[in-house]
């Protein structure tokens, strides 16, 4: 009986073929196991390159293209394309034995041999002058790769080349050209292998020690599973500067930085599956972020990543408020946490009775509680007195500080008095608990979207983990920074400095979005939570596909009308409903949104509620945090809307904070457009907002 592999590169294409030939895909490679060799009609390619490419009928229209080992009845699944391209691409390609790791690696051979020809030698130093023939053939570098190799003298060019060398053989490249030493390289590997004990010729043996490249199917359930959650199943091959991330131990917190969807939460998941496998301790590694709708998901992949029923039980994923929370109450009972607008009124009846002059709003005292009392961990009146305030420019003499400090401590007093708290009070409350206490609850921490986290989660954290090897670590972006803390984690007692890993290729979203996202940042100096600022320098995507789509409407009416057009010309390409994501930056023209797709007949619910993937979703900027969507229609986009004046401090008020508002907001829309995959618009009625100008 013939058995089936579907490489995992080709799920990603999988997702682009129209609905009819994917159901035509599973169809064919269902009865693959009933059938023999003979059964299966499968093609030799004429001219190719490497004979054991052949192909196989998906429709009139559409070819399957797989490889036939010579030797035993293993066939793996390499690509389905139109049927001219089909036979071209496989024409191109060849299959070869990994000699360092006896996995199996593809080139496109004929674009290799043609680059190679077309090369004139430079005068200037070669990229990889500092590393021996002997150490790149030790690390898996073929003749043919080694010698085009010796030719680079920029990383734009090894770059260029990841279109026909094989991945892994680029990915030690890669790793080599970004610093890292060839030993480090090697630990990188995915299990290394005696050069003895590897058979160059035995494709059939290379596809059994592949799993990270390929899925074997045991049956044609699997292989429907596979289909129904082709992300799940292609998300986990590892470049070796994730790898490296990932797998490392570190002497203390490490953290792992990059632009938006270069995986820095599948790196921290892997991280959490290395930790827990290797820990002994029950529960002892936690997983938390500040994102609601993060936990969720990435328990559910841990799930899929890990086999290990004890591994998984040793780690618990958790929103950071919850963790506070669960400290505070000891896992039973219930604390009364004041809602937004029950706070409002404390204020306004603290400011009544101090009787406090009108600029010390509800607003600036809540703004001054958070920014300055809780950020800096001041306990006192003097310890007040001396604070800066960093990012509050309005100057506040020493009465005025009397005044405030009376205003805040009467909130807190009122607080206790009453038995409510704020999520801040309990988080305070849970690292005073901590800090008095003998055992700290966890082993390692694992934190994603860290950029958002504010200091007094972090002090939460540090006295939550025992300190040691690899206790926190860190996966952040600062420039998809959405609220407003800023923090230096050195000042928090959390000493990254040495054990900090930047990933630079965008895996999720097209060249040409990434391009048209990161002008939205051009200029802006971000800082990278460690008093230094932050760079994307080399960060890029590989894949390619439509520049974004900018489109004006005269009212909101036809702007709405826009989005069903263009929601609906997706779904007729085939794209799921659930990867549509259409994001607003208020509540109620998300809600407008959903009333109007639903009102057109297509399925669409807000991303706050329980979201299915038979329906679009729709949410706000900052639900989209974390999300990817093939498709993604930003809407709203308007001169007012974006930024809108509420979220700004005017500038005359406090020009610091006015600057710091404007850019989380360019933040803001940064995050929502990287959510992308393939397709982004942008609409808006009016005239367009400020942002989009550039
Ligand atoms: N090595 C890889 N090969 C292929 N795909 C990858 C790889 N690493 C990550 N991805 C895919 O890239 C996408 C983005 O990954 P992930 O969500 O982890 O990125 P991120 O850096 O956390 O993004 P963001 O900061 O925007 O939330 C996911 O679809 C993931 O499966």
Redesign the pocket.
Known sequence: MARLGVYRDFF?HYLKLEKSVQDQVIEVFSKFGKATYAGLHLEPVKNARDGRMHTIRITDFWRGVVLAPEKGDLYVLLNVLQHDKAYEWAKRRQVTVNTATGVIEMRDLVTLEEQAASITPEEVSPLFAQVKDADLERLGIDAQVLAFARTFTSEDQLDKAQAFFPKQQHDVLVGLASGMTVEEVWASLPASMEAAEIDAEDVAAAVERSPEQVLLVSGPDELMDAFAKP?AF??I???PS?RDAAYSSFSGPARVT????????????HRAKHLAEQSDEAESVLVTTFIRTLPSTMEAALRQLIDDDTALDRIEVRHIDGVAYRVVTGGTGNLAVLRHEDEKQRWTRVIRTLGLPSRFDEAFLSHEWRQVILTQGVTSLEEYQQATRPGRGRALGHLQKGQIWDAITAFTDGLRADKVWTYETICQEATRLLEAGERTPYRHVIV??AQDLSPWHWRLLRAATTRGRDDLFL???TH?RVYDYRVSLKKLGIDIAGRSTR?K????TTAEILRWSLELLRGERIDDMNGGLDSLAGYRSEIHGAAPLLDGYPTQVSELEGLVTTTRRWLDQGVAPGQVGVAARSNILADQAVAKLKASGIPAAALAKKHTDAEVGVGTMHRM????FRCVAIIGVGEHAVPPSSAITPADEDLIAHHQDLQQERCLLF?AA??A?EELTLSWHGAPSRFLSA
Do not use: C, S
């Open positions: 990603r992300f292609w998300r091959y590892l470049h994730q990059g632009g938006p969807g270069t995986g820095k939460t599948v790196v921290a998941l994603d979207e996966a952040g972006d998809q990933l290729i965008n895996y999720r945090k974390g999300m990817e995050v990287t959510r995959r």
